[in-house]
């Protein structure tokens, strides 16, 4: 049975190429950076004090030494990357040092304003890295995991929470593009339907945090941004009909990659980072089609 996971959607809607060569053609390879380093350890630290915080008490959650935390997880993330990729350094001391100073200083934000982001009466935590495993059609199941859910029990109402790692956070572009917002919007509906949950008691929230706060700006912004995007039955249609056309586009009726399919290469600002970027075998530059993205 092949697995669909968000990333992948993510990754055909950005540029169905890079789909093919990743999947179809599994050219894909381990790729590990400081930034995804850092973001695993973050998420690490943040929901061991969630954790505690709702299963013992606020106290015990602010006792914990979240910097010493954080540290030991870049490192042990770090040494994790290294063993999967022989051996080979991708960050520096000096960069190790700053992603650690610039996590500290989120979580010292967090811990004064915690009660401003998640509230320790009358809610009950439900999970932290749920999976999620639903069958989608013949041969296809799709699975994820949801970094944290909340119930309100004032209400009943489910709070689906996904922290992201970011540079300065999101502008207006980012949180209007899809293949960055749909991912909350699949995982309501999934959640709804592998927990049988009424999907209009689950509201969604990203939380973003960010590294880098410009104290040059009139309004310096806070170092936690959240984004609740779209989500009511309209806007959740919308995205499964994105969703449901992916998966007409890359696989056959009995579940295989659909080799005979059409997957242009999409030029677009993303191609700085893609892999393929320089690959004139794999990916020719005359065969690029300029994205919408502006």
């Known amino acids: 049975m092949k697995t669909v996971s968000y990333s992948q959607f993510s990754i055909y809607m950005q540029c169905p ?10 050219l894909r390879t381990f790729d590990q950076n400081i930034h995804t380093t850092f973001g695993s350890a973050f998420h690490t630290t943040i929901q061991n004090y969630l954790n505690v915080m709702y299963t013992e008490s606020v ?30 350094h991708y960050s520096t001391a000096a960069e190790l ?10 979580l010292d934000y967090f811990k004064k304003n915690r009660s401003a982001y998640f509230s320790s009466k009358q809610h009950t935590l439900l999970g932290i890295e749920i999976p999620l495993s639903i069958p989608l059609r013949e041969g296809i199941k799709f699975t994820g995991f949801i970094d944290i859910v909340i119930r309100d029990e004032r209400d009943g109402r489910i709070k689906v929470y996904d922290f992201k790692t970011s540079t300065a956070g999101w502008n207006k572009y980012q949180k209007a ?3 960055k917002t749909a991912q909350m919007i699949l995982y309501k509906e999934f959640y709804a339907k592998q927990f049988n949950v009424d999907v209009e008691t689950i509201d969604i929230e990203y939380i973003i945090v960010r590294r880098k706060i410009n104290v040059d700006y009139e309004f310096v912004p806070k170092r936690i941004q959240t984004f609740i995007p779209a989500n009511g039955k309209v806007s959740r249609n919308k ?3 994105l969703f449901n056309a992916f998966l007409d586009s890359c696989f056959t009726e009995d579940g295989n990659y659909k080799a005979e399919g059409t997957y242009p ?15 004139e075998a794999l990916c020719p530059k005359k065969e690029r089609i300029k994205s919408n993205e502006d």
Do not use: H, Q
């Open 59 to 88: 106290k015990k959650a602010d006792e914990i030494d979240l910097n010493g935390y954080l540290k030991e997880s870049i490192m042990s993330e770090y040494r994790d990357a290294l063993s999967k990729n022989n051996n080979k």
């Open 265 to 279: 290469a999409v030029l677009s600002s993303g191609c700085k980072y893609c892999v393929y970027a320089t690959e």
């Open 17 to 26: 190429k890079k789909w093919k060569l990743d999947y179809l053609d599994n």
């Open 177 to 179: 593009d899809k293949s």
């Open 97 to 106: 040092v700053e992603f650690y100073e610039d996590g500290a200083a989120i």
């Open 239 to 241: 995205i499964l009909k």
